[in-house]
T-cell receptor
Framework: DTGVSQDPRHKITKRGQNVTFRCDPISEHNRLYWYRQTLGQGPEFLTYFQNEAQLEKSRLLSDRFSAERPKGSFSTLEIQRTEQGDSAMYLC???????????FGPGTRLTVT | GQNIDQPTEMTATEGAIVQINCTYQ??????LFWYQQHAGEAPTFLSY????GLEEKGRFSSFLSRSKGYSYLLLKELQMKDSASYLC???????????FGTGTRLTVIP
């Protein structure tokens, strides 16, 4: 397994457009997390899946944000009506049920112009 | 609420030892993590402490005192490639996510 992968790595979009990011976790990991990171800050938790169930969502996840993990494997994060404040690195991580170590993907850098 | 404090920046000399401190106040505790993050890259796992004491892993060691809400990461025999941000993160009661500090940017100089 090559680790957590994310696509695309970079996305530039105009304000008001919708964007969708994909995350493929490590195959045997049933836990999947989305974080957002802005320059000079640590990652901020957005949402968490256990298999296909979305069990926790941060207050940061406004109604413009939606995440899915339909078959308990890959996940998508969609941002509707993007705003300049959405510009950030969006990180996906996965872990198993045995230890809590989260493995991060390379991230998707979103720039909203 | 959740609060994690760590120094913003540190500088150390190649070959030396550096200690990066982290204090935390969180609702619930299921362990403390240290991650390394090079500029423009994803965080990579360094250590995990859930019980008090010192965990050693090669040139890196991490210490935890739960009663004091305190941890440190110790880096020995510093190398230039250790220049990075070091993120302290706490797993809360639900064990469903990590709460990160803002990170300590370490610069290693010759």
């Amino acid at each position: 397994d090559t680790g957590v992968s994310q696509d695309p790595r970079h996305k530039i979009t105009k304000r008001g457009q919708n964007v969708t990011f994909r995350c493929d976790p490590i195959s045997e990991h049933n836990r999947l997390y989305w974080y957002r990171q802005t320059l000079g800050q640590g990652p901020e938790f957005l949402t968490y899946f256990q298999n296909e169930a979305q069990l926790e969502k941060s207050r940061l996840l406004s109604d413009r944000f939606s995440a899915e993990r339909p078959k308990g494997s890959f996940s998508t994060l969609e941002i509707q009506r993007t705003e300049q404040g959405d510009s950030a690195m969006y990180l996906c991580a996965s872990s198993d049920d045995i230890d809590y170590e989260q493995y991060f993907g390379p991230g998707t850098r979103l720039t909203v112009t | 609420g959740q609060n994690i404090d760590q120094p913003t920046e540190m500088t150390a000399t190649e070959g030396a030892i550096v200690q990066i401190n982290c204090t935390y106040q969180t609702s619930g505790f299921n362990g403390l993590f240290w991650y390394q993050q090079h500029a423009g890259e994803a965080p990579t796992f360094l250590s995990y402490n859930v019980l008090d004491g010192l965990e050693e892993k090669g040139r890196f060691s991490s210490f935890l005192s739960r009663s004091k809400g305190y941890s440190y990461l110790l880096l020995k025999e510093l190398q230039m490639k250790d220049s990075a941000s070091y993120l302290c993160a706490v797993m809360g009661a639900g064990a469903n996510n990590l709460f990160f500090g803002t990170g300590t940017r370490l610069t290693v100089i010759p």
